[in-house]
T-cell receptor, first 113, second 115 residues
Framework: AQSVTQLGSHVSVSEGALVLLRCNYS??????LFWYVQYPNQGLQLLLK??????LVKGINGFEAEFKKSETSFHLTKPSAHMSDAAEYFC???????????FGIGTKLQVIP | DAGVIQSPRHEVTEMGQEVTLRCKPI?????LFWYRQTMMRGLELLIY????????DSGMPEDRFSAKMPNASFSTLKIQPSEPRDSAVYFC?????????????FGPGTRLTVT
């Protein structure tokens, strides 16, 4: 069984401040982990993914995430928030061989000017 | 590439009517997924196809829902009869490869409203 918990359904940050979106996972086998972003009225698009290579993963738009096995976490960070980062972010986990991915409930990021 | 194409983008229908949602995956991708997104339940996987064969339909809510993939470039999700609780955004996604490490490419979604 696999699951994802995203802490905080809404997060607000000031423009230029650090962005930290939290994700904890549960998986019976070594997982693949993903962060997707959804802009209003659009589908999800991949920000970054962890597939058992480097534990610090860099993605698009300046985002990165660190896989911490001991904490079963995969938090998403960005040093300086931009107005264009306002969107909903989904953490996802896959541990099955046939690509079933379990998505978290999502975190809406608001960036305050 | 044009990405995953879904049609229609918006659908408004009356309770009891049949609704058909369509999806064209990215050329070369061999896996296709149908998801439903609502405020209450978030993103739910309805069904997954690999090489045009349904692999996991455990997320299909009930017999009113059916999905087909007659060839590698086309899939449909049908609701018959539709009910107001089916109102949601339905996403189609595709990916390449048989491993869970592959990313999924999402279409823009179909916003369904059942009155």
């Amino acid at each position: 069984a696999q699951s994802v918990t995203q802490l905080g359904s809404h997060v607000s940050v000031s423009e230029g401040a650090l962005v930290l979106l939290r994700c904890n996972y549960s998986s019976s086998v070594p997982p693949y982990l993903f962060w997707y972003v959804q802009y209003p009225n659009q589908g999800l698009q991949l920000l970054l993914k962890y597939t058992s290579a480097a534990t610090l993963v860099k993605g698009i738009n300046g985002f990165e995430a660190e896989f911490k096995k001991s904490e079963t976490s995969f938090h998403l960070t960005k040093p300086s928030a931009h107005m264009s980062d306002a969107a909903e972010y989904f953490c996802a986990v896959s541990s099955g061989g046939y690509q079933k991915v379990t998505f978290g409930i999502g975190t809406k990021l608001q960036v305050i000017p | 590439d044009a990405g995953v194409i879904q049609s229609p983008r918006h659908e408004v229908t009356e309770m009891g009517q049949e609704v058909t949602l369509r999806c064209k995956p990215i050329s070369g991708h061999n896996s296709l997924f149908w998801y439903r997104q609502t405020m209450m339940r978030g993103l739910e996987l309805l069904i997954y196809f690999n090489n045009n064969v349904p692999i996991d339909d455990s997320g299909m809510p009930e017999d009113r829902f059916s999905a087909k993939m007659p060839n590698a470039s086309f899939s449909t999700l049908k609701i018959q009869p539709s009910e107001p609780r089916d109102s949601a955004v339905y996403f189609c996604a595709s990916s390449f490869g048989a491993s869970g490490s592959y990313e999924q490419y999402f279409g823009p979604g179909t916003r369904l409203t059942v009155t």
